[in-house]
């Protein structure tokens, strides 16, 4: 790379339910990142999977939003149609995307893709195959954190607290509700939350209190989703930690949100201003330390790199401190709680960016420390 400025990928937009989270997250990294030290190359994706590359993609994405997902108009085609190819061959370490005219040069990428065909291992796959280096989570880390079935699996394993939670096909709801809605009831008390297993942003999530509520929020939670996770409920307090590092993880101060509603759903995390945070939360010494120790101990579980924002609750009748999710690509505005987080830790906005960037390119460069081929005639 020389003395040249490092030329970094921000992707976003992306086919899922947290599209415009994505946008508002690149626009806050795309005015932050360091002009001396970098190069900007936003690349947009579409609401129907169409990869955006020069002129202005941001404002393509955004002057898309009110408009029908099936768009047929434009000079920028479906990646998978031959004569415009989205993978084209190029010289080690550079990205393989393409223009309708020229390849994208990049030294890296950062995706800011909040949610599936983002944040669940489907892009980090097309990155290693491609050989560059890119921002966060690996493929295996990416995919348990969406999952937060198998993440709840795999924390447990590890020992960590969780709450009692259910997970349900949206094959299995459909063909026999009362019998879900039974066994849900059977292990769970009321309150139960529901939510799709692979989204985030709280989209889709809901509080039920008995059992029509319970089938309202499970028919909810499958409209995004053909995995529901049923949790059980308690009186808690909503805590997150920002993590940070490879092998060597470090945690932020803890947060605290105190939701303008019932609990922190989408439209407090996005559409009105009454949601608190508290940063950092009103925590005990032991209790803070407690909390991040439990964040870089979940980060670790699942093989995390780069970034994450833990989240617990800490039970306000029995002090009890449950995990809760760990999100890869969190909420990455300059007032989402995980850059926040890390300011009042004093890593400011756009430092932090640069953190993330030599993470990615040191992980890459232990990764290619790694033999990808073997030869048989050291076999003994």
Not at 332 to 347: D, E, H, N, R, V
Request: glycine share 10%.
């Amino acid at each position: 790379m020389g003395n040249q400025r490092i030329r970094v990928g921000i992707v976003f937009g992306g086919r899922s339910g947290e599209h415009e989270v994505s946008l508002s997250s690149a626009q806050g990294i795309i005015r932050a990142v360091d002009e001396n030290k970098y190069e900007v190359v936003p690349i947009g994706i579409t609401k129907d999977g169409r990869w955006i590359a020069g002129g202005d993609p941001m404002q393509k994405l955004r002057a898309e939003a009110g408009q029908s997902e099936a768009l047929t108009s434009s000079s920028e085609r479906a990646p998978t149609e031959a004569s415009d190819p989205l993978l084209a061959p190029l010289e080690p370490r550079r990205a393989p995307f393409t223009t309708p005219h020229s390849p994208l040069d990049l030294d890296v990428v950062f995706p800011v893709l909040h949610g599936p065909f983002g944040e669940d291992g489907t892009v980090q796959g097309l990155f290693e195959l491609a050989g560059i280096p890119y921002v966060g989570a690996g493929v295996t880390a990416s995919a348990v954190g969406m999952d937060k079935a198998v993440m709840k699996d795999v924390i447990q394993a590890h020992g960590l607290p969780t709450l009692d939670y259910r997970v349900v096909k949206r094959a299995t709801w459909e063909a026999d509700p009362d019998g879900v809605m039974a066994e849900i009831e059977a292990g769970l008390p009321y309150p139960v939350f529901t939510k799709p297993a692979n989204l985030g942003s709280s989209v889709g999530i809901s509080k039920c209190r008995d059992r029509t509520e319970l089938h309202a929020g499970l028919t909810e939670a499958a409209r995004f989703d053909r995995k529901v996770l049923a949790e059980r409920g308690v009186n808690g307090r909503e805590i997150e930690v920002s993590v940070l590092g490879n092998d060597d993880p470090i945690a932020s101060v803890p947060g605290e949100i105190v939701p303008s509603r019932e609990f922190y759903s989408y439209a407090a995390k996005y559409l009105d201003d009454a949601s608190e945070l508290l940063i950092p939360a009103p925590l005990s010494a032991e209790g803070t330390a407690q909390v991040q120790e439990l964040a870089i101990a979940a980060y670790t579980a699942i093989d995390c790199a780069g970034m994450a924002r833990c989240d617990f609750l800490l039970d306000r009748d029995g002090g009890e401190l449950y995990f809760n999710e760990l999100n890869t690509i969190p909420g990455f505005t300059p007032i989402s709680m995980y850059p926040k987080l890390w300011k009042a830790s004093g890593i400011p906005y756009s430092e932090l960016i640069d953190r993330l960037i030599q993470l990615a390119l040191e992980r890459h460069a232990d990764k290619q420390r790694s033999k990808t081929s073997f030869d048989v005639s050291e076999a003994k």
